[in-house]
């Protein structure tokens, strides 16, 4: 069985949802005929990089016969099971795009192109296209709190953080989305140097949204989501989970070495990261807990501004600019 560690992984190394599925079953292959064989590591080690040579130069591209599911709502959510009764593990925005992996009559598996994250979104919520691969994503964001545009020319509210369609994509899927975002504020990413006060001014603008599990907008957000959708502002691709997210970066040893823009990750009881927040200094941090908040933080951990009582167990903190 191969870990969910090893196939985010490789969806980052590969650069698509289709080669990280051929990784999946080529590494549950070596797994199980490679290993028993191995005699000594060496031979193991060989085994192991013969198998990746071979995915590498056999596996499947990602072409424009294949199709994907573009988000044609504001918001959607994705499920850990195709029923509405599921729980909601992340969210897919408009125009965001995913590759399809099932299907059942009322639901799609997805895999999202932006983090390789998996789950269930309703059909209904979604466009399918196999023509459309959006290689040159536009790096361009709304960047209101709430901006008004038109899904085949019927006004809809989106909020900020949604990807703009540049005009070659939008040609490619006009045949079943056409999306005209209006006057609405745009934020370039591309060249855009995350500073400190750029980092902070952007977070707080999602103060008070309250927190709501799988979220990833400022109608309601988790701290995964709201660390994934504000470094999106500057161009830097998070993964979804914050244990994932705690695989990334550059490790940082001591809280006073802290920047505005570090990640301090959280753990349990167990050792297990469950929460993340974005560190304003070597003292504040601003997150996701009951609402996005700017609480203190010390050594040991997130002290709440408000009552004094210590929330969260300092893990690890990681740099990323």
């Known amino acids: 069985m191969v870990s969910k560690a090893a196939e985010i992984s490789a969806f980052l190394i ?39 040579l071979v995915l ?23 499920r850990a099971a195709p029923t509405h009764k599921s729980e909601m593990n992340s969210q897919l925005l408009l ?26 979104c309703q059909r209904a919520q979604v466009v399918i296209s196999d023509t459309w691969t959006n290689s040159t994503p536009s790096q361009l964001y ?41 006057k609405a ?36 957000i988790d701290c995964s989501g709201f660390a994934q959708i504000v470094f999106r502002f500057f161009n830097i691709p998070l993964l ?11 490790a940082i040893g001591f809280l006073q070495e802290a920047r505005c823009g570090d990640l301090a990750f959280f753990d349990d009881a167990e050792g297990q990261i469950i929460h993340v927040g974005i560190l304003l200094n070597d003292h504040e941090i601003i997150h996701s807990s009951g609402h996005v908040r700017i ?8 002290v709440n501004a408000e009552t004094g009582v210590r929330t969260h167990q300092l893990r690890i903190i990681k740099r990323f600019i």
């Open 14 to 52: 590969f650069g698509n949802p289709l080669t990280t599925h051929c990784f999946r079953f080529q590494l549950s292959a070596f797994g199980c005929i490679c290993l028993p064989l191995a005699a000594c590591g060496l031979k193991l080690f060989l085994a192991f990089v013969f198998w990746n």
């Open 56 to 78: 590498i130069t056999f596996a499947p591209k990602i072409t424009q016969s294949m199709a994907y599911a573009v988000c044609r709502v504001p918001v959607a959510p994705l």
């Open 95 to 120: 125009a965001e795009a995913a590759l399809i992996l099932e299907e059942t009559k009322d639901f799609i598996k997805l895999q999202c192109m932006h983090d390789g994250y998996e789950g269930w």
């Open 142 to 182: 709304t960047a209101d709190w709430l901006s008004t545009v038109t899904i085949n020319k019927v006004p809809a509210h989106i909020p900020m953080g949604i990807p703009v369609i540049d005009k070659d994509n939008a040609r490619q899927l006009s045949a079943v989305l056409q999306i005209d975002y209006g």
């Open 185 to 220: 504020a745009t934020y370039n990413a591309t060249n855009s140097k995350p500073e400190a006060e750029a980092i902070r001014a952007r977070a707080e603008l999602f103060l008070n949204t309250p927190y709501l599990w799988g979220g990833r907008t400022v109608f309601g």
């Open 240 to 250: 979804r989970d914050a244990w994932l997210q705690a695989t990334q970066g550059e």
């Open 295 to 302: 609480d203190k933080i010390d050594n040991a951990g997130i």
